[in-house]
């Protein structure tokens, strides 16, 4: 797999969820086989997002945050502010790239930049996202349509995770979460955004 040139990378700051993910499905719907991919990184208010798989039974008690069913797979998730959301909207066929190798894209590129700070983070097989030890780090759910992938990453930096304690994130009961502030890695999700961003980039160009 390989992308030809470069996505066009867009940081857009804090945004509300349904707006975002709204305007995702209209660029993936309005793409043709000359529209260049795009990059967005972003933060999200508090949300809890629910994939079309998503049983109710892992959301526990989400009190006043508020919830969005989706369009992609999983289970449930969390987003908000402190956490850096990736969404590579990409043309798949045009890259040759199937489901597994963009969320191996995805996850091998949050291994390779927390290395930098001295993070070992691994995989967990059956499980998408990446951990440390047994905590879960970064969440990743695509979706693909018309041949383009739109949803993404979600990498925990500095935030406030309680709200994960009021669901089985991503279906597991029990499951921990844990993030960079933690782990004696970066804390601003603005700063550290390009970076990642290149090294996404720099794999999603790799032959594999």
């Known amino acids: 797999m ?13 945004v509300e969820y349904e707006p975002t993910w709204r305007a995702m499905q209209q660029f993936t719907d309005e793409r043709n086989a000359a529209t260049p991919d795009e990059l967005w990184l972003l933060e999200h208010p508090p949300v809890f997002t629910l994939g079309m798989n998503a049983g109710p039974e892992h959301l526990l008690t989400p009190g006043d945050i508020p919830i969005v069913k989706i369009d992609r797979g999983g289970q449930v998730t969390y987003h908000g502010p402190g956490q850096l959301v990736v969404y590579p909207l990409i043309d798949v066929r045009r890259a040759n790239f199937g489901v597994r190798d963009l969320v191996t894209a995805l996850e091998q590129s949050v291994i390779e930049y927390v290395r930098g700070f001295d993070i070992e983070a691994t995989t967990h097989k059956g499980a998408p996202g990446v951990y440390v030890a047994d905590k879960k780090l970064a969440s990743v759910g695509i979706r693909i349509r018309r041949g383009a992938s739109y949803h993404g990453l979600a990498l925990n930096v500095n935030m406030d995770l309680e709200p994960f304690q009021r669901i089985n994130p991503c279906g597991y ?8 502030s933690e782990l004696g890695g970066p804390t601003e ?11 996404l980039c720099s794999r999603l160009s790799v032959s594999s």
């Open 2 to 14: 390989r992308l030809s040139t470069a996505p066009l990378v867009k940081w857009l700051g804090l």
């Open 173 to 180: 009961p029990g499951l921990e979460m844990t993030q960079l």
């Open 189 to 199: 999700v603005a700063a550290i955004a390009a970076d990642f961003a290149a090294v």
